[in-house]
């Protein structure tokens, strides 16, 4: 399995190669990562740049209560076990992707910003991870009624050429995702377990050798069931999205709360499946804010479901400075050698002016007046980082400071 030096540095520091509870040195969360990758970026200093034989020195300003610099090294530490772990994955037919691979899927850097999963691990096709299409949710103890309704949910999808993204649990997402699968439908499943047995399941094997699917986790290929997981990962199922359809949702549990965290964050249309059953939470969804779908399947086109957008704002690529093209290398045990320790190349940091990358996004995101908090939402950089830059251009002439709002806009 090719890593970039980069994508070797982030699985060091975020992902375990072992039972979770066995490990010495719990990686960083989501929210840590993010916390340190920001920390690196304002350093002008990339993951890469850790995988030095004397990485201390770089760690000497980082000063953070809950991040000791110790357990970074720890875990930087880690490389034969990354090294086993990847041989493994690699022998299953797994792949990673990283936030610094172009493949990543840009829906959840765009939505999440510093808190999309630093690590996907998955198999499959790749190339499905940016198809979009419409997410299908649902309880795993739904009716026969319901999950009639959504394996031809998946059926319609194949043939209207959209993708259907689920989870891949037993009862509205298999359903839905089988019944795209079976007619040659594109299916992404983000699961909360398993991956690495799922890569070998007959369930998914047609799906998985003809091209059409796309099996990915954000957690331990090798975990268990894990109901903290299987919670965590609903928000990435509608993230993947363009729209979403809940077919059946109990009056608790996760499927309600990915709703209801949907509806907030307003991330993808949320439509509800009609229903009688006073079991579920589908009129409370709707009265939060969800919409009612067709409730004949026959009639239903799925096409309507994405006219109804939260915001009516067309998605714009957000900006990932750690998006840098860099050669792949092989780990072959150990820590690798950084790039350009190996070549008479400068190091990547010092070729990459930031302030110049931060600069030619404001000829993009700044052409009309914008404030710092839309800068922020666009770019996915801390605050304090973007007025230091805006301080510098306007001193500079390049931006023009407006008052009363305050906003900027590129000279």
Known sequence: MNLSPTAQATLLLTSYFSTSGSEDTRPLSNTEWGRFALWLKE?????????????????????????????????????HSLALAVEK???????IVTRSDPEYPGRLKQRLKTDSPPVLFGCGNKALLNAGGLAVIGSRNASIADLSFAELVGTKAAAEDTAIVSGGARGVDESAMSGAMHQGGIVVGVLSDGLLKAATSVKWRNGLMSGNLVLISPFYPEDGFNAGNAMARNKYIYCLADSSLVI???????????????????????????TSDDTTANTELVAQGGHWCESDIQRLMLSSLFENTPTGKKEERQVDLFSLHEQP????????????????????????DFYQLFITELYRLAATPVTVDYLVEHTGLHKSQINDWLKRATESGLIKKLRKPVRYQIQ
């Open 329 to 352: 290398e092989i780990f072959a045990g150990g820590m690798a050698e950084s790039r350009h320790e190996q070549t008479d190349e400068k190091p990547l940091s010092q070729q990459i």
């Open 248 to 274: 059946h949702a109990g009056k608790k549990g996760g499927t309600l709360n990915g709703a209801q965290e949907n509806l907030k964050k307003g991330w993808v249309p949320l439509w509800v499946k009609p």
């Open 89 to 95: 994955w690699q022998r299953a037919g797994l792949w």
């Open 43 to 79: 350093k002008s200093t990339t993951p890469a740049d850790l995988l030095l034989s004397e990485p201390k020195a770089l760690l000497t300003s980082w000063h953070d209560p809950r991040i000791g610099a110790d357990r970074i090294l720890r875990l930087l530490s880690r490389g």
